[in-house]
Structures are given as C-alpha cells and as structure tokens.
C-alpha cells in the first residue's frame, strides 16, 4: 500500500458479484497465463469493462462481493486492470482475505450513496470516502489490525518476507 | 462460559482462549490445493522465499477440477504439480482418483482438525467435526510454508434439526431450504453448527451433502458433533482410531438459533442465476431440461447413485434429455459398480465420467450449449457456471435429478419413486 491517499473514479457494480462473474471458470485454462486470463475480466457481466476503465478507478459493488469461488485470480485480474480499490456495502470472506493478501484495499461501507462516475477520494488510514461529486463523507467499517498490517505491506507475500510469520 | 464446536477446536489449535470475534493463529492438520488453484499457490510459496513446506504429510495436491485434462495449458500445469509434489514429498493424487473434497472425507478429516484447501468448498469436511475453510492461493501456500494461519473466530448459527425426512426428500432439500431462509449472504462469516434430534439419522453422506453447502450462505464452516455416525464412517475407512467425539457445550453461545423439521420440507429446486432463488420441485414442474447431471463434491457419494439408480432402473432417460454422471471418487465408482448401480445408469442410457469435478465448472465433460438447461446435483448455478453464461442452471437432489431425466423436465421424485 505505497499511497494512503487514493483518487479515482467509481465505477458501479450492482449486489451478488460472484467470482465466475469476475473471471468465469471456463478460462481456468489460463491461470497461468494472468495476461491473457485478464483479458477475460467481466466478460458476461461487464462485456465493455475493459474500455471503460482508468488506472486508480475504483469498482464499488452492492453487497456480498465477490462470493463463490476460491480463486485469487478474481482480485489479481481486478487488480491488473488498474483498479485501485473495491468498496462495497459486504463482501464474502474468503475474496475479502484474498484481496488483502493482493494488496487490494476492500472497503466495506455504504455504497448506496456513490454513483457510477462519482469522483472519490479515499483515505485508507482512516477509512474515510471523500465523494468529491456529491461532497459528502463516508465511513468504512474498520479491518482488524492484522489484515491492515498485511494491506500496509502491500499483501501477504511482501508481509511475510519481512515478518517471516504473523504477528498478532 | 461455555464454547460452540468452532470455538473449541481453535482453542485447542491455538492454545488460546478462542471465543469469537478474536483473531488467533492455530496450527494446521491438512493444507491442499486442486488444480485450478495448486499453480498460483505454486507461484506465491516460490515467491515467499521459503526453502521447504512445514510438513509434507499434511499437504496434499488433487488433480480433480479438469482431469483428464482438455487443453495444452492444463496439462502444463499437472505437470507443474505433479512436479512440485515431487520435489516436497507432499501428497499427489492424480487423475482419476476423485474430487478433493471426497477424498479428504475418506483419507484425511478427522474430528477437531483445522483444514484449509485452496477451494471454497473446503468447507465439506465440516461434516466430520473439522474445522475445514476455504482459502485463496496466497494464504494456502503460507500455511503450507508455516504449517499455520490465521483466524477470525466466527460467530456461531446453531441449525436445530428436528424429525425425520418423509419419501422423496433428501439432505440437499434441506441444504437448499436453509440457504433459501438465510440468503446467499445470510451466514457470512458465521459458523453454521447443525444439531438437534435428527442429527442419529443423518447419515455421513448426507452431513457431507449439508456441510458442502454451508459456504453457499456465505458461512466460513458447517460442522457437525463428532458421533457415533461420525465413528461409523471412519471405522468404515479404517481409521478408527481417528475417532473421539465431539460436542458443544451445553452453555455454549449462538448469534442465532433456527429449526427446522425434516419431516415438514419437500423436494426442492435452485433457479437461474442463484442458490438462494428457492423453488419447490412442485412449483418447477415443466421446466425442460437437455442435461442432467449427477456428481460434483455435493452430490457424487454412493447414496447418491443408490438412489438415482433405484429411480432409474428400468427406465430410459427423455430421448432429448443427455444424463452425465460423475462418481465423486474411485472408491465410490469401485462400490457403484459392485452394486450394479452403474449397470442400472448406463442401461438407462446414462454417461458415466470419471471421477472428479467434471462437468461442474464448465472446463470439460458436458459444457452447455446457447439456451440449453441443465438440472444439476452440484452446489451453484451462478451464470456461466458450467461453460455458458447462455446457459439456464437448476440444482437439486439426484432424486429430482434422475426423476427429470426420465421425463425430461423437472419432476418432483415423489410423483415416480414406488414403494
Ligand atoms: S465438484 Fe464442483 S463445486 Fe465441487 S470441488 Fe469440483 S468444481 Fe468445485
């Protein structure tokens, strides 16, 4: 998490964003290959995505994000397209952790107050969304300190190089 | 105060108190991956700069998700796993052997241990009193290296099963029931603990069938008291001395307590495009199907063909109705066929798959085609679930499975079972 302080654009996402919707499970093929499986982002859901988005924009979804599967390649290709966080007003747990362990800052706040196009400025420290569009202010729910703590190195791997273990 | 069964076996793997809400570290018993998530697990344990995996018998590779494999890239990456199991000395099984979670049941859980899979239904194992989750790639391969991880301690749903099934209603009808009440995202994060009178008669099949699907409510485990039933089916693989038993305290805490009689509920149907879009079979009748599928880590057991075979024996299947059917492991292929539950498929005009996930992810072994439908005994009907976002998906029991296919359009079993 090298910035603390993020600005984009939201692009919005309706509730129930499952996994095969994020990557569909026929291209499991390519999971070793992440350029050409990222191709495929959205493919049913958001057939234009890759046209429509900028690096540092920000997906922000209805509730229960990502649920299904356990593929990490849901997070890794939201994070190669650009970006640079999700809000949403749930997320299902194992993409929340898989996200985190990406570097990918998931906030958990209430979405229904961003519009689609909605310029926003985030503040991961303290959790707080500027929405610069609408001028108003809203508060994530707080992640416990050690997922904050792997988010802050950037994801586990880079955590656990320095730290060689949790550390609770 | 007293401790649901999550509570007590992090505090055992941890050492600490462990009530919930709190984040412990608890050692590990059982870590794998499959073969859709095995090379990006690969991937981040070379990047993490560990020299070797904490202790190779309790990880375990399952070449189960695409096997035999349908394209260059996916037998690239077998090869990537087979070769890594050779370097570690970890765990191979290879095409052919089964889906992971089926083996897991019959090789590895037992009650009170901490397993995590690179896959979300991980979660089956629960079935044996294991605290068994989900995981991506990343944390997998850390507690591959560490032989540890991390955990929230869930806030726990207490399921109070109460009666028995009546004819033609089964443990999926009663998983896709819950599901229903409590939504996709009724449970996330929570442990579903399942208890009450009915538990005597639940057989481990059918607690596997439930605990399959607990994480289709969003919930981080199912678990089931370790029991007689519970010593039954490890005796039944030989590993009796596996068992000790298991139950919640008495005092234990519950964020929420829910019943539901058994003998109250009806066969049931999954709509398109999610679990929690509940039908009665009833309310499904006419809805034509072109593929019935029967198998995946839900559905694939013995009892399950047992049935769909006694449904099936001496019928054909609807002319325009294809019946696939993937036994979720050899040893359950070895017994369908001891039995002639095979004979009595394939007479009845049913293809059978090898074992494995088959035709449930859409990578091979009965991809559907644009408008088609196709009444499945896996755990998701998201679109595009099985190859074809063009594609309609319900979910039931194999009974309404293997009922529809004779006719070709969901049937409620009860209207074709005869006593
Ligand atoms: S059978 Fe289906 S749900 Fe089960 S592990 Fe395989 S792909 Fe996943």
């Known amino acids: ?168 | 105060m007293g401790k649901t069964l999550a509570e007590k076996i992090l505090r055992d793997k941890s050492q600490t108190d462990a009530m919930a809400g709190d984040i412990v570290l608890a050692t590990v018993d059982l870590v794998f991956v499959q073969d859709t998530t095995g090379p990006l697990t690969i991937k981040q344990f070379e990047d993490s700069g560990f020299a070797a995996i904490a202790e190779p018998e309790k990880v375990a590779i399952f070449l189960d998700h695409a096997a035999p494999s349908p394209s260059q890239q996916t037998s690239n990456d077998h090869i990537l796993l087979r070769h890594f199991a050779r370097e570690t000395n970890c765990h191979i099984y290879d095409v052919g052997n089964g889906i992971c979670h089926q083996l897991v049941a019959e090789l590895f859980a037992n009650p009170g241990d901490i397993i995590v899979g690179a896959d979300s239904h991980t979660v089956t194992a629960g079935a044996l009193c294991a605290f068994a989750t989900g995981m991506g790639s990343t944390d997998i391969a850390i507690a591959m290296a560490l032989g540890k991880t991390w955990f929230r301690v869930p806030e726990t749903f207490l399921i109070n099963l109460i009666g028995s099934f009546s004819k033609g209603v089964y443990a999926k009808d009663l998983i896709l029931y819950l599901i229903g009440q409590l939504g996709a995202d009724g449970a996330t994060y929570k442990a579903l603990e399942f208890g009450g009178e009915s538990l005597a008669g639940l057989n481990m099949s059918q607690r596997l069938t439930i605990a399959n699907m607990a994480v289709e409510a969003g919930a981080k485990v199912g678990l089931f008291p370790s029991d007689e039933i519970t010593q039954g089916f490890l005796s039944s693989q030989g590993r009796s001395a596996s068992y000790k038993p298991l139950y919640p305290d008495a005092d234990a805490n519950y964020e929420r307590i829910m019943s539901i009689n058994l003998s109250q509920l009806e066969p049931m149907v999954s709509f398109p495009h999610s679990v929690d879009n509940v039908h009665s079979a009833r309310d499904a009748k006419g809805i034509k199907i072109q593929q019935v599928f029967i198998g995946t880590c839900t559905n694939g057991r013995l009892e399950d063909l047992a049935v769909a075979a006694s449904i099936l024996q001496g019928k054909r299947r609807y002319p325009d109705t294809r019946l696939l059917i993937a036994p979720s492991s050899r040893q359950v292929l070895l017994q369908a066929i001891e039995k002639g539950y095979i004979h009595s498929l394939v007479e009845a005009g049913a293809v059978i798959l090898p074992p494995g996930c088959a035709a449930c992810l859409g990578l091979h072994q009965g991809v559907l085609g644009d408008g088609e439908a196709c009444l499945s005994t896996a755990n998701r009907n998201f679109k595009g679930r099985m190859g074809n976002p063009k594609a309609m998906l319900y979910l039931a029991s194999p009974a309404t499975a293997a009922a529809s296919a004779i006719t070709g359009e969901i049937t409620d079993p009860r209207e074709v079972i005869i006593d």
């Open chain 1, 1 to 168: 998490m090298p910035e603390t302080v993020l600005k984009g654009k939201a692009i919005k996402l309706g509730d129930n964003v499952s996994t095969d919707d994020i990557i569909p499970g026929r291209f499991a093929h390519l999971r070793s290959n992440l350029p050409e499986l990222s191709k495929h982002i959205f493919e049913d859901l958001v057939p234009d995505f890759a046209s429509r988005v900028h690096q540092g924009d920000f997906l922000v979804a209805g509730g229960n994000f990502g649920l299904g599967s356990s593929r990490e390649h849901a997070p890794l290709v939201i994070k190669m397209s650009g970006i640079a966080a999700i809000l949403a007003k749930s997320a299902a747990r194992i993409f929340f952790r898989n996200a985190i362990n990406q570097g990918l800052p998931v906030l958990l706040c209430d979405t229904a107050q961003i519009n689609d196009g909605d310029q926003l400025e985030i503040n991961l420290t303290e959790g707080v969304i500027t929405n610069l569009t609408s001028n108003s202010r809203l508060t994530s729910t707080k992640i416990p300190p050690l997922m904050f703590a792997i988010l802050k190195e950037g994801g586990l791997i880079p955590y656990i190089k320095k730290h060689k273990d949790f550390e609770l």
